[in-house]
RNA sequence: GCCGUGGUAGCUCAGUUGGUUAGAGCGCCAGAUUGUGGCUCUGGAGGUCAGUGGUUCAAUUCCACUUCACGGUACCA
């Protein structure tokens, strides 16, 4: 039996899943080390880290719950062998409503919890958009004050600039909920119309996208797009157009003023007068905390996730110009959001539980990074010993034993190939320097040592091949007991 | 989900008005250089031309469907 081609259809094609992602060394480091920096940016303003597991009964993550009709919607699930529906958390936040409605009485109210780790998401990937990500998360539980509100935007403001965002690239814009609400009962919607309500909220969230005339066509008959597709509005008459777009006006060039603007347009409503008086108590907390306009700005047009949020919310929009590998400007929506949801613990307890708190997507904040040109610098490879002589691999593994008892990362070539590979191996591992030691070092007790990052540098300056091998560049030969010495000083150049 | 555009080597892309053996650059492997990563030169490997079906003497090329990717839009706890 011949094997041919045509049995290569039966293997399996090597390839991850639609939306998710290997991550290499480096990427995996600069991810691991925003997270750390941003949880110990938590930990200072005293919130205790908490991990919960990756599953959650699905009854317990609410809204989405696996049935007959749509098993997978928005989440991934699957059936325990007792019947029971398990999804993967597709937040930090239901987690912890769960968490904390399981140990009420055992915990201190209020409760300040911080969280990282991946979540997962069943819905259409796109660029910089995955179905696994990481989430860093902090939030408060049994806190109705403003100032827990302040607090969250403030901390989540030192998370971003921990997490290597300088200070003038972002800015955290905050908005409350009960503006929009108190805007919805004055011009005559019911509260019970849902339709018409987060018809309003969609459309207005689209301001900064579609800009004002986008907006004004969702809130009435609705809008067409470039490829053709229609998208019904929200149907509202024209007076009541304007008012919401006098509402979404309101954004001034500091936070007093826009409270001023929006105590005019909403400040007669019952919930508009609340939400008004909100924002007024963060902007004084904020100011206390030495949060300028630079850093947390009011922008009434903020509207996040619809029936989730009750009162205050914020997202943290990145300032720097990004571009993709291809030069072209990519548009990254925000990097972090948070807000308050008194809701979400009642459904396990039946009473109100007011929460707040703060998410900041790592994997699109790295990404965002790197594409503004912020990348955290690539780290060392090991130190790297040729294998040149299959009798003296002993006498490599002890160096490179040696050279990690030195705390030096360090590893003999385990490949069959020759000398020239191995540099080319070394140099792709991206190691500082080489330890070479063939029998004309070791017969005289040597060993020879190569700079790698000098001997690029001195390469620019020699053309003639000849040359270049005869030199032999950035080497030392040093005597084989010197050897953790003489490379802990290499690695200081 | 809906609308649109696309899928040719590991990557970026040519090309085929339907016709022997489908190309380039970069990358990879090797040699020039018996022990030296860069540069240069030479050679090599690597493709069911996304998949399935149809039209045809003949399909990578035309048609249909599927799938995946990209863009827009909807949804996004």
Redesign the pocket.
């Known amino acids: 039996m011949s094997e041919t081609?045509n049995s290569?259809?039966s293997r399996p094609l090597a390839r991850t899943p639609?939306?998710f992602i290997d991550r290499r060394a480096d990427a995996l480091m600069a991810e691991r080390s925003v997270v750390e920096k941003v949880l110990r940016v938590y930990e200072s303003w005293g919130y205790e880290r908490l991990e919960t597991p990756s599953f959650e009964y699905a009854d317990a993550?609410g809204?989405?719950l696996p049935d007959q009709d749509r098993p997978n919607e928005?989440?991934f699930a699957l059936e325990d062998d007792d019947g029971q529906w398990m999804s993967l958390r597709?937040?930090l936040?239901?987690p912890l409503a769960r968490f904390v409605a399981q140990n009420w009485d055992g915990l201190p109210k209020p409760f300040r919890r911080c969280a990282a780790g991946p979540v997962w998401?069943?819905?259409?990937?796109?660029?910089g958009r995955f179905r696994e990500f990481w989430q860093c998360d902090a939030d408060c539980v049994g806190s109705a004050r403003p100032e827990a509100d302040a607090e969250a935007i403030a901390m989540g403001a030192d998370a971003v600039e921990a997490a290597g965002v300088p200070r003038g690239l972002y800015v955290v814009n905050v908005s409350n909920r009960k503006l929009l609400d108190g805007l919805l009962a004055k011009i005559g919607i019911d509260a019970g119309d849902v339709r018409t309500r987060?018809g309003v909220l969609?459309a207005v969230d689209?301001l900064d996208?579609?800009g004002a005339q986008g907006v004004e066509l969702?809130l009435g008959a609705g809008?067409k797009?470039?490829?053709?597709?229609f998208?019904k509005g929200a149907g509202l008459n024209p007076a009541a157009i304007s008012q919401v777009m006098a509402f979404t006006a309101t954004r001034k060039a500091t936070r007093k003023e826009t409270l001023a603007a929006l105590a005019e347009v909403v400040g007669d409503t019952e919930l508009g007068g609340e939400g008004v008086a909100e924002l007024a108590a963060i902007d004084a907390t904020l100011a206390a905390l030495g949060l300028g306009e630079d850093r947390a700005f009011f922008d009434p047009a903020i509207v996040?996730?619809?029936?989730?949020y009750t009162g205050p919310v914020f997202e943290v929009e990145l300032l720097a110009e990004t571009v993709d590998d291809k030069g072209q400007k990519v548009r990254f929506g925000s990097i972090g959001s948070g807000g308050r949801y008194d809701d979400l613990v009642m459904r396990f307890r039946g009473e109100r539980a007011p929460a707040t708190g703060f998410s900041l997507g790592v994997s699109r904040l790295v990404a965002a990074l790197s594409a503004a040109g912020h990348a955290p610098q690539a780290r060392s490879g090991p130190v790297v010993i040729l294998a040149?002589d299959a009798d003296a691999m002993a006498g490599y593994m002890q160096m490179a034993g040696q050279l990690r008892g030195a705390g030096i990362a360090a590893e003999v070539y385990l490949g069959q190939?020759?000398?020239?590979?191995q540099?080319?191996y070394?140099?792709?591992r991206n190691a500082p320097i080489v330890v070479?030691e063939?029998?004309?070092?070791r017969e005289a007790g040597n060993v020879?040592l190569?700079d790698?990052?000098l001997?690029?540098e001195?390469?620019q300056s020699?053309?003639?091949?000849e040359a270049?091998?005869k030199e032999?560049?950035?080497?030392i030969l040093v005597p084989r007991a010197g050897l953790v010495a003489a490379v802990q000083d290499m690695l200081k150049r």
Request: glycine fraction near 10%; aromatic fraction near 6%; hydrophobic fraction near 30%.
């Open positions: 081609k290569a259809p639609r939306g993550l809204k989405f928005g989440v597709y937040d936040t239901a998401r069943n819905e259409k990937p796109g660029p987060l969609r689209k996208r579609l969702l809008r797009d470039e490829s053709g597709d998208t996040r996730g619809l029936e989730y040149l190939s020759g000398m020239k590979a540099m080319k070394a140099d792709r070479i063939g029998s004309t070092e020879t190569k790698l990052n001997g690029a001195l390469a020699i053309d003639s091949n270049w091998r032999r560049p950035a080497q």
